[in-house]
């Protein structure tokens, strides 16, 4: 019997589902308590949301923003990483099933239980989308949208038909919430400085890059003048923008867009999804076994002190709760998740008396392009060069590990400073060949399921998952 099995026998044990940013917060607040702590999630790995689009716009590798999560615990002696996919959660018997990836069954037994599994896209009802729109949540999807993004550069060089090749140079993302901005600004950035001189046959500069919204501005939770601003500096990096606009209809070749003036066919290649969020699957079991109310998003309503109704056993953290109306970014998962776990320590000392979960408002930020971003944070609507400085320093600042820090740094200013190059752009001739396929949309959708940060899109997303 391991030495975690034999103090597992004479202490409470916390499972913590999902190592996101609301999961790993709460493991570490219970890095001195006397408690045997299992974090279990379907990747092995820690991913800060925040920078993923950099991995699809091939400025960072996916190293530096996915450490290792058993890494990350190493030095917590109470805590234990499992890399399993959770399907079902008792809670009558306080009792979690997983299945390893042999298949084998997994059954973890806890005294309190937390459950960060984040979210993923909502289509709105439209899941048929998922097949030609992907979205991005995971390491997969970033890796994925970066081979598609490359590939469509890789096949207008090599086409002879004007019409094709307008179709490969077309790329459109739907949603203009913060990681929509983030992604067009990227590939406007990729077509009009940084790919221009490495093709012959095409002037990547003519590119048409769309970015579509169906709400009347682009970042609809910021402040007006955040918005007007993000609105004029991507129209000029090229990016064409159109809000009160909805996609309605889609398949490999197109996007059909409905807006002010009727319905519109857009022939393009490469589309991105960029709206809509939707809870994990696991918030309608928790739902399910504690007869909680979800809202339209899936998300669980929990208690102020972040349990589940009839059982203060059972919390539910991050993009998959919903709690005093919080945004689903970062912020609030690291909130709660580190507030459960000193709940919890607070519960085996004696103490019931416990305030109800408050929120602290660091602000949001968003960045546009290079040296360009918008903020709004302590009091202050800040944009352009000084809120891109705000913005990097806060998202360096939250990494995990000072060499991730000083990779990311360096990467920064290797990819965006000195050679305006991409680093990370990678991809094999199996890789184009399957993004350029009709039946691409026929491919298994990568995204995570249950346990990860975000589990698949087709499923019934903000940028930062908990």
């Given at each position: 019997m391991s030495e975690l099995e034999t103090r597992a026998a004479d202490r409470p044990r916390v499972v913590v589902v999902g190592g996101g940013f609301g999961g790993l917060n709460?493991?570490?607040?219970?890095?001195?308590?006397?408690?045997?702590?299992?974090?279990?999630?379907?990747?092995?790995?820690?991913?800060?949301?925040?920078?993923?689009?950099?991995?699809?716009?091939?400025?960072?590798?996916?190293?530096?923003?996915?450490?290792?999560?058993?890494?990350?615990?190493?030095?917590?002696?109470?805590?234990?990483?499992?890399?399993?996919?959770?399907?079902?959660?008792?809670?009558?018997?306080?009792?979690?099933?997983a299945e390893g990836p042999d298949g084998r069954p997994v059954d973890l037994p806890y005294d309190f239980l937390v459950v960060a599994a984040g979210a993923t896209h909502s289509y709105f009802g439209r899941d048929d989308f998922a097949q030609f729109a992907p979205g991005m949540k995971t390491i997969e999807d970033a890796r994925y949208l970066r081979d598609r993004i490359l590939s469509a550069f890789e096949m207008a060089e090599l086409s002879t038909d004007p019409e094709e090749r307008a179709e490969w140079l077309t790329f459109v993302v739907i949603g203009a919430g913060p990681t929509g901005v983030e992604l067009v600004g990227q590939v406007a950035e990729l077509a009009h400085t940084v790919l221009p001189r490495d093709y012959r046959s095409i002037d990547t500069r003519e590119a048409r890059i769309m970015l579509l919204e169906g709400a009347p501005s682009v970042l609809p939770p910021f402040a007006p003048k955040l918005q007007a601003y993000t609105h004029r500096r991507l129209e000029k990096m090229g990016v064409e923008i159109r809000t009160g606009a909805l996609a309605v209809g889609m398949d490999d070749r197109s996007v059909t867009v409905k807006g002010a003036d009727g319905e519109e066919t857009i022939r393009t290649r490469t589309r991105i999804w960029a709206a809509g969020v939707a809870a994990s699957p696991l918030a309608g079991l928790l739902a399910e076994g504690s007869g909680a109310e979800t809202d339209r998003a899936g998300r669980i309503v929990v208690n102020p002190d972040c349990s589940l109704p009839g059982h203060p056993e059972v919390f539910a953290v991050g993009d998959m709760v919903s709690l005093n109306k919080l945004p689903g970014i970062a912020q609030p998962a690291m909130q709660e998740g580190k507030y459960v776990g000193k709940?919890?320590?607070?519960?085996?000392?004696?103490?019931?008396?416990?305030?109800?979960?408050?929120?602290?408002?660091?602000?949001?930020?968003?960045?546009?392009?290079?040296?360009?971003?918008?903020?709004?944070?302590?009091?202050?609507?800040?944009?352009?060069?000084?809120?891109?400085?705000?913005?990097?320093?806060?998202?360096?600042?939250y990494l995990i590990g000072w060499g991730n820090r000083l990779g990311t740094l360096?990467?920064?200013?290797?990819?965006?400073?000195?050679t305006k190059n991409r680093g990370h752009r990678i991809i094999t001739f199996e890789q184009a060949n399957e993004q350029t396929q009709d039946h691409v949309a026929e491919r298994r959708n990568p995204s995570a399921p249950a346990t990860a940060d975000a589990p698949p899109p087709g499923q019934p997303v903000r940028q930062e998952a908990g």
């Amino acid at each position: 019997m391991s030495e975690l099995e034999t103090r597992a026998a004479d202490r409470p044990r916390v499972v913590v589902v999902g190592g996101g940013f609301g999961g790993l917060n709460a493991v570490r607040a219970l890095e001195h308590a006397a408690v045997d702590v299992t974090v279990v999630d379907r990747t092995n790995h820690h991913l800060f949301q925040p920078l993923l689009y950099q991995v699809a716009a091939g400025i960072l590798p996916p190293g530096l923003i996915a450490p290792a999560l058993r890494s990350v615990i190493k030095k917590q002696r109470n805590a234990r990483a499992l890399l399993a996919d959770v399907h079902t959660l008792d809670l009558e018997r306080r009792m979690v099933h997983a299945e390893g990836p042999d298949g084998r069954p997994v059954d973890l037994p806890y005294d309190f239980l937390v459950v960060a599994a984040g979210a993923t896209h909502s289509y709105f009802g439209r899941d048929d989308f998922a097949q030609f729109a992907p979205g991005m949540k995971t390491i997969e999807d970033a890796r994925y949208l970066r081979d598609r993004i490359l590939s469509a550069f890789e096949m207008a060089e090599l086409s002879t038909d004007p019409e094709e090749r307008a179709e490969w140079l077309t790329f459109v993302v739907i949603g203009a919430g913060p990681t929509g901005v983030e992604l067009v600004g990227q590939v406007a950035e990729l077509a009009h400085t940084v790919l221009p001189r490495d093709y012959r046959s095409i002037d990547t500069r003519e590119a048409r890059i769309m970015l579509l919204e169906g709400a009347p501005s682009v970042l609809p939770p910021f402040a007006p003048k955040l918005q007007a601003y993000t609105h004029r500096r991507l129209e000029k990096m090229g990016v064409e923008i159109r809000t009160g606009a909805l996609a309605v209809g889609m398949d490999d070749r197109s996007v059909t867009v409905k807006g002010a003036d009727g319905e519109e066919t857009i022939r393009t290649r490469t589309r991105i999804w960029a709206a809509g969020v939707a809870a994990s699957p696991l918030a309608g079991l928790l739902a399910e076994g504690s007869g909680a109310e979800t809202d339209r998003a899936g998300r669980i309503v929990v208690n102020p002190d972040c349990s589940l109704p009839g059982h203060p056993e059972v919390f539910a953290v991050g993009d998959m709760v919903s709690l005093n109306k919080l945004p689903g970014i970062a912020q609030p998962a690291m909130q709660e998740g580190k507030y459960v776990g000193k709940l919890i320590k607070s519960r085996l000392a004696g103490d019931e008396h416990i305030e109800p979960f408050k929120y602290f408002d660091k602000g949001s930020m968003a960045t546009i392009g290079y040296k360009s971003a918008v903020a709004d944070a302590f009091g202050m609507k800040v944009t352009g060069f000084l809120a891109y400085l705000m913005w990097g320093f806060i998202h360096v600042l939250y990494l995990i590990g000072w060499g991730n820090r000083l990779g990311t740094l360096y990467t920064w200013l290797r990819a965006l400073v000195f050679t305006k190059n991409r680093g990370h752009r990678i991809i094999t001739f199996e890789q184009a060949n399957e993004q350029t396929q009709d039946h691409v949309a026929e491919r298994r959708n990568p995204s995570a399921p249950a346990t990860a940060d975000a589990p698949p899109p087709g499923q019934p997303v903000r940028q930062e998952a908990g």
